[in-house]
């Protein structure tokens, strides 16, 4: 399996969005500034609150992302490596989280009209299919994918056939963690 940096299994990765057209409008400024050289986010105090004596706070993440970033450099840097591990056989888990508007669909969905704009789920699939594709005839794929959503605690199938169906987690000593009757 292709070695992580730093050799663990998960990462945590940001990326900071660029302000909306709405939010520009109102006259926002962007109080993140991200240095991607050595991973941080520093979250500076908006102007009004300036002569406070509350410092910026600063985070350090595996990786993190300007809101200037491509779709295809999240990818190659994210999703580029789990999926090279997918297709040498092991599992992978791209786990999207944060609140609504933050840009969660964007990155994983992307615009699929637009190839620069495709996000980790269209370039993943072009990815596995063009790696079975060149891969021959000697060789057999067995390809499963799952997408859920979990929002307010409930777990949807975002592949199923009723998307508002709740799904329960589960837990078994021989399974580990998984969730009932999610479509795969």
Known sequence: ???????????????????NSKEL????????????IDGTIKVE?????????T??????FDTVFAPDVKQVDVYNRVARPIVNNV?????????AYGQTGTGK???????RAVPELKGIIPNS?????????????EKNFLVRV??????NEEVRDLLGKDQNSRLEVKERPDVGVFVKDLSA
């Open 1 to 19: 399996m292709e070695e992580s940096q730093g050799g663990e299994n998960v990462k945590v990765v940001v990326r900071v969005r660029p302000l």
């Open 25 to 36: 409008e109102s006259r926002y400024k962007m109080i993140t500034k991200v240095n991607t």
């Open 45 to 53: 105090l908006p102007k009004k609150d300036i002569n406070t004596d």
């Open 55 to 60: 410092p910026a706070k600063c985070f350090t």
């Open 87 to 95: 297709l040498e056989g092991y599992n992978g888990t791209i786990f």
């Open 105 to 111: 669909t964007f990155t994983m969905e992307g615009d």
């Open 125 to 137: 699939f072009a990815h596995i299919f063009g790696h079975i594709a060149k891969s021959g005839d």
């Open 146 to 151: 799952s997408y859920l959503e979990i929002y």
